[in-house]
T-cell receptor, first 110, second 112 residues
Framework: DAKTTQPPSMDCAEGRAANLPCNHSTISGNEYVYWYRQIHSQGPQYIIHGLKNNETNEMASLIITEDRKSSTLILPHATLRDTAVYYCIVRVFDTDKLIFGTGTRLQVFP | NAGVTQTPKFQVLKTGQSMTLQCAQDMNHNSMYWYRQDPGMGLRLIYYSASEGTTDKGEVPNGYNVSRLNKREFSLRLESAAPSQTSVYFC???????????FGNGTRLTVT
């Protein structure tokens, strides 16, 4: 399974876009990039995933570089409720193993 | 539609005691997982089950056993609890293919 590298922490002002980077330089052609977040000590919450095209849903956008070696999760208008730990994970297509790293702690401030 | 339900929510054990953590999902998912999360750390995969009747080891399986009782239920057993197993345990489920994982709210276990 490919490894991911994320900064341990980031800050963002409320109302601004939060851009969370992830490096996955050893990603294989059949591995998807997934993003989850964990608020306080709750169970992680799925945000978005993609293979090579950019993806957008009601929560966030995912930008994957053309060489697929890195990606960025964008929260377009961060709110205080977006304060959480964000995990970037790569997952081999159609397998059942999902390995989490240590994530990025995002602090949104007023 | 409750999603993924874990019981109990909290548990305190003495070293050497045994217990079973229960997990049930009502989404008809094929795959189920057990993770542990130590304070200030990410999640580590203990065991997973791709389908009823199958189980596989994850990153940290030592000291644990699992049972996929049926499609809905996946239990995690600690036969002889150790202080190093103090952690928050999360159960999750998903369909196969690219479906995201749905997590329960965790069981907070302390072993003294």
């Amino acid at each position: 399974d490919a490894k991911t590298t994320q900064p341990p922490s980031m800050d963002c002002a409320e109302g601004r876009a939060a851009n969370l980077p992830c490096n996955h330089s050893t990603i294989s052609g059949n591995e998807y990039v997934y993003w989850y977040r964990q608020i306080h000590s709750q169970g992680p919450q799925y945000i978005i995933h993609g293979l090579k095209n950019n993806e957008t849903n009601e929560m966030a956008s995912l930008i994957i570089t053309e060489d697929r070696k890195s990606s960025t999760l964008i929260l377009p208008h961060a709110t205080l409720r977006d304060t959480a730990v964000y995990y970037c994970i790569v997952r081999v297509f159609d397998t059942d193993k999902l390995i989490f790293g240590t994530g990025t702690r995002l602090q949104v401030f007023p | 539609n409750a999603g993924v339900t874990q019981t109990p929510k909290f548990q305190v054990l003495k070293t050497g005691q045994s217990m079973t953590l229960q997990c049930a999902q009502d989404m008809n998912h094929n795959s189920m997982y057990w993770y542990r999360q130590d304070p200030g750390m990410g999640l580590r995969l203990i065991y997973y089950s791709a389908s009823e009747g199958t189980t596989d080891k994850g990153e940290v399986p030592n000291g644990y056993n699992v049972s996929r009782l049926n499609k809905r239920e996946f239990s995690l057993r600690l036969e002889s609890a150790a202080p190093s197993q103090t952690s928050v345990y999360f159960c999750a489920s998903s369909d196969r293919s690219r479906s995201p994982l749905h997590f329960g709210n965790g069981t907070r276990l302390t072993v003294t």
